[in-house]
């Protein structure tokens, strides 16, 4: 698996690219957040958590949705040989809204569903 040391500019379509890299090479922990145990990571100096998680099958969908959020906020993507996450750093305003909210982000499949329609 390859993997992007830096965000890139997509210049065709002004998407920041997050990077994509291996699972097995993050620093992974858990830690409390928003009244629950979470993933965490810790890659380039930055914190972040695990947003969402789903088969490797979605990844294109969930690649496209890691362009959206990383037009705003830092983010990270992971792959493993079944699975990939979406991270997003812990002072990203994903991050804050849910904690001054106090409720949980909407799944990634809702999300997906919103495109679709």
């Given at each position: 698996?390859?993997?992007?040391?830096?965000?890139?500019?997509?210049?065709?379509?002004k998407y920041v690219l997050p990077p994509v890299i291996d699972e097995e090479?993050?620093?992974?922990?858990?830690f409390w957040f928003n009244n629950s145990i979470q993933?965490?990571?810790?890659?380039?100096?930055?914190?972040?958590?695990?947003?969402?998680?789903?088969?490797?099958?979605?990844?294109?969908?969930?690649?496209?949705?890691?362009?959206?959020?990383?037009?705003?906020?830092?983010?990270?993507?992971?792959?493993?040989?079944?699975?990939?996450?979406?991270?997003?750093?812990?002072?990203?305003?994903?991050?804050?809204?849910?904690?001054?909210?106090?409720?949980?982000?909407?799944?990634?499949?809702?999300?997906?569903?919103?495109?679709?329609?």
């Open positions: 698996m390859s993997s992007y040391t830096t965000s890139k500019i997509c210049r065709r379509c090479k993050l620093f992974p922990f858990k993933d965490g990571m810790f890659y380039r100096n930055e914190l972040f958590y695990r947003l969402h998680s789903i088969d490797i099958r979605n990844r294109a969908r969930l690649y496209h949705y890691a362009c959206r959020i990383a037009q705003r906020d830092s983010v990270v993507v992971s792959a493993t040989d079944v699975s990939c996450s979406i991270w997003v750093s812990l002072r990203s305003s994903h991050a804050q809204a849910s904690t001054l909210h106090n409720h949980r982000l909407p799944s990634f499949m809702e999300l997906i569903q919103e495109i679709e329609d």
